[in-house]
Protein backbone atom coordinates (compact mmCIF):
# COMPACT_ATOMS: atom_id res chain seq x y z
CA UNK A 1 0.00 0.00 0.00
CA UNK A 2 1.50 3.65 -0.93
CA UNK A 3 1.25 6.30 1.75
CA UNK A 4 1.16 9.94 0.35
CA UNK A 5 2.02 12.72 2.67
CA UNK A 6 -0.54 14.71 4.73
CA UNK A 7 -3.48 12.66 3.65
CA UNK A 8 -2.96 13.93 0.18
CA UNK A 9 -3.61 9.99 -0.90
CA UNK A 10 -7.13 9.90 0.24
CA UNK A 11 -7.55 12.88 -2.03
CA UNK A 12 -5.93 11.36 -4.75
CA UNK A 13 -7.68 8.29 -4.27
CA UNK A 14 -10.96 9.58 -4.47
CA UNK A 15 -9.94 12.10 -7.49
CA UNK A 16 -9.31 8.53 -9.35
CA UNK A 17 -13.13 7.85 -8.71
CA UNK A 18 -14.49 11.34 -9.77
CA UNK A 19 -14.75 12.60 -6.69
CA UNK A 20 -12.78 15.78 -5.14
CA UNK A 21 -11.74 19.30 -5.37
CA UNK A 22 -11.92 20.77 -8.55
CA UNK A 23 -8.08 20.39 -10.41
CA UNK A 24 -5.69 23.47 -9.63
CA UNK A 25 -4.98 26.73 -12.07
CA UNK A 26 -1.72 27.13 -11.54
CA UNK A 27 1.13 24.75 -13.14
CA UNK A 28 3.23 24.68 -9.94
CA UNK A 29 1.01 22.68 -7.85
CA UNK A 30 2.46 19.39 -7.06
CA UNK A 31 0.68 16.42 -9.35
CA UNK A 32 0.00 13.08 -7.89
CA UNK A 33 -0.82 11.46 -11.07
CA UNK A 34 1.34 7.78 -10.52
CA UNK A 35 3.36 6.93 -13.87
CA UNK A 36 1.60 4.32 -16.22
CA UNK A 37 1.84 0.88 -15.00
CA UNK A 38 4.73 -1.44 -15.82
CA UNK A 39 4.98 -5.21 -15.35
CA UNK A 40 7.85 -6.73 -13.38
CA UNK A 41 9.13 -9.35 -14.93
CA UNK A 42 11.41 -12.06 -12.60
CA UNK A 43 12.88 -14.81 -14.46
CA UNK A 44 14.47 -17.74 -12.37
CA UNK A 45 16.71 -20.77 -13.99
CA UNK A 46 14.80 -24.11 -13.57
CA UNK A 47 16.13 -27.18 -11.86
CA UNK A 48 17.04 -29.93 -12.76
CA UNK A 49 15.26 -33.28 -11.37
CA UNK A 50 17.07 -35.78 -9.48
CA UNK A 51 16.64 -38.73 -12.10
CA UNK A 52 17.62 -36.25 -14.88
CA UNK A 53 21.25 -35.30 -12.84
CA UNK A 54 21.96 -38.86 -12.10
CA UNK A 55 21.61 -40.36 -15.37
CA UNK A 56 23.46 -37.70 -16.87
CA UNK A 57 26.39 -37.88 -14.26
CA UNK A 58 26.34 -41.64 -14.74
CA UNK A 59 26.67 -41.35 -18.49
CA UNK A 60 29.59 -39.02 -17.94
CA UNK A 61 31.32 -41.11 -15.29
CA UNK A 62 30.82 -44.40 -17.71
CA UNK A 63 32.33 -42.19 -20.34
CA UNK A 64 35.11 -41.05 -18.13
CA UNK A 65 35.56 -44.62 -16.90
CA UNK A 66 36.14 -46.32 -20.42
CA UNK A 67 38.40 -43.52 -21.60
CA UNK A 68 40.58 -44.53 -18.37
CA UNK A 69 40.49 -48.09 -19.62
CA UNK A 70 41.22 -47.30 -22.79
CA UNK A 71 44.47 -45.47 -21.53
CA UNK A 72 45.24 -48.73 -19.93
CA UNK A 73 45.26 -50.67 -23.00
CA UNK A 74 46.93 -47.52 -24.58
CA UNK A 75 50.02 -48.13 -22.44
CA UNK A 76 49.94 -51.85 -22.11
CA UNK A 77 50.43 -51.76 -25.76
CA UNK A 78 53.20 -48.55 -25.56
CA UNK A 79 54.89 -50.85 -23.24
CA UNK A 80 54.72 -53.87 -25.77
CA UNK A 81 55.51 -52.26 -28.80
CA UNK A 82 58.85 -50.32 -26.72
CA UNK A 83 59.77 -54.16 -26.00
CA UNK A 84 59.59 -55.44 -29.41
CA UNK A 85 60.93 -52.21 -30.85
CA UNK A 86 64.49 -52.46 -28.62
CA UNK A 87 64.99 -55.88 -29.08
CA UNK A 88 64.59 -55.32 -33.38
CA UNK A 89 68.22 -54.22 -33.55
CA UNK A 90 70.06 -56.50 -31.62
CA UNK A 91 71.01 -58.77 -34.89
CA UNK A 92 68.70 -62.03 -33.60
CA UNK A 93 66.49 -63.81 -35.76
CA UNK A 94 62.82 -63.21 -35.38
CA UNK A 95 61.23 -65.66 -32.81
CA UNK A 96 57.85 -66.43 -32.35
CA UNK A 97 57.95 -64.79 -28.68
CA UNK A 98 58.46 -61.56 -30.55
CA UNK A 99 55.71 -62.13 -33.19
CA UNK A 100 53.39 -62.63 -30.27
CA UNK A 101 54.54 -59.36 -28.87
CA UNK A 102 53.63 -57.25 -31.37
CA UNK A 103 50.05 -59.09 -31.97
CA UNK A 104 49.60 -58.37 -28.09
CA UNK A 105 50.46 -54.58 -28.63
CA UNK A 106 48.36 -54.43 -31.69
CA UNK A 107 45.58 -56.27 -30.16
CA UNK A 108 45.81 -53.76 -27.08
CA UNK A 109 46.20 -51.15 -29.62
CA UNK A 110 42.58 -51.63 -31.23
CA UNK A 111 41.39 -52.09 -27.80
CA UNK A 112 42.35 -48.99 -26.77
CA UNK A 113 40.91 -46.94 -29.56
CA UNK A 114 37.50 -49.23 -29.48
CA UNK A 115 37.34 -47.65 -25.28
CA UNK A 116 38.74 -44.46 -26.56
CA UNK A 117 35.75 -44.01 -28.85
CA UNK A 118 33.26 -45.48 -26.73
CA UNK A 119 33.87 -43.34 -23.91
CA UNK A 120 34.52 -40.09 -26.02
CA UNK A 121 31.35 -40.68 -27.38
CA UNK A 122 29.43 -41.43 -23.91
CA UNK A 123 31.16 -37.92 -22.40
CA UNK A 124 29.66 -36.07 -25.75
CA UNK A 125 26.48 -37.79 -25.25
CA UNK A 126 26.12 -37.01 -21.69
CA UNK A 127 26.89 -32.96 -22.84
CA UNK A 128 24.35 -33.31 -25.30
CA UNK A 129 21.48 -34.55 -23.02
CA UNK A 130 23.09 -31.67 -20.33
CA UNK A 131 22.00 -29.04 -23.00
CA UNK A 132 19.11 -30.74 -24.56
CA UNK A 133 17.11 -30.84 -21.78
CA UNK A 134 17.57 -27.66 -19.41
CA UNK A 135 14.87 -27.06 -17.78
CA UNK A 136 12.62 -23.81 -19.00
CA UNK A 137 13.13 -20.42 -17.66
CA UNK A 138 10.43 -19.68 -14.89
CA UNK A 139 9.22 -16.45 -15.77
CA UNK A 140 7.07 -15.14 -13.27
CA UNK A 141 5.10 -11.27 -14.34
CA UNK A 142 3.86 -8.91 -11.17
CA UNK A 143 1.56 -6.08 -12.46
CA UNK A 144 1.74 -2.91 -10.57
CA UNK A 145 -0.15 0.12 -11.18
CA UNK A 146 -2.22 2.96 -10.40
CA UNK A 147 -4.47 2.39 -7.11
CA UNK A 148 -7.84 2.72 -7.51
CA UNK A 149 -9.95 3.85 -4.64
CA UNK A 150 -13.84 2.89 -4.39
CA UNK A 151 -15.81 5.08 -2.12
CA UNK A 152 -17.67 3.34 0.81
CA UNK A 153 -19.98 4.61 3.06
CA UNK A 154 -21.15 1.96 5.69
CA UNK A 155 -23.34 2.97 8.46
CA UNK A 156 -22.72 2.82 12.40
CA UNK A 157 -24.18 -0.02 13.96
CA UNK A 158 -25.59 2.81 17.18
CA UNK A 159 -27.46 4.43 14.14
CA UNK A 160 -25.88 7.88 15.00
CA UNK A 161 -24.95 8.45 11.44
CA UNK A 162 -22.51 6.44 8.62
CA UNK A 163 -18.66 6.44 8.04
CA UNK A 164 -17.37 7.37 4.91
CA UNK A 165 -14.13 5.40 3.68
CA UNK A 166 -12.57 3.74 0.80
CA UNK A 167 -11.13 0.95 -0.40
CA UNK A 168 -8.09 0.30 -2.32
CA UNK A 169 -6.37 -2.06 -4.76
CA UNK A 170 -3.54 -2.50 -7.03
Known amino acids: MRALPCGIGFVAALSAVG ?3 PARAD ?6 IAPPARDVVVESPGDRTTENQLVIGGIAVVGVGLGALGLHYNLDARDD ?15 PAFQAQVDAAHSEST ?46 QSGAGAVAG ?3 TW
Do not use: C, D
Open 166 to 168: AVW
Open 111 to 156: KAIVFYSIGGAAVIAAAVAYIATEPPVKRVVMHTGVAHARPLVLPV
Open 81 to 95: SNAVSQSMLTGRVWS
Open 19 to 21: IGA
Open 27 to 32: SSAPSY
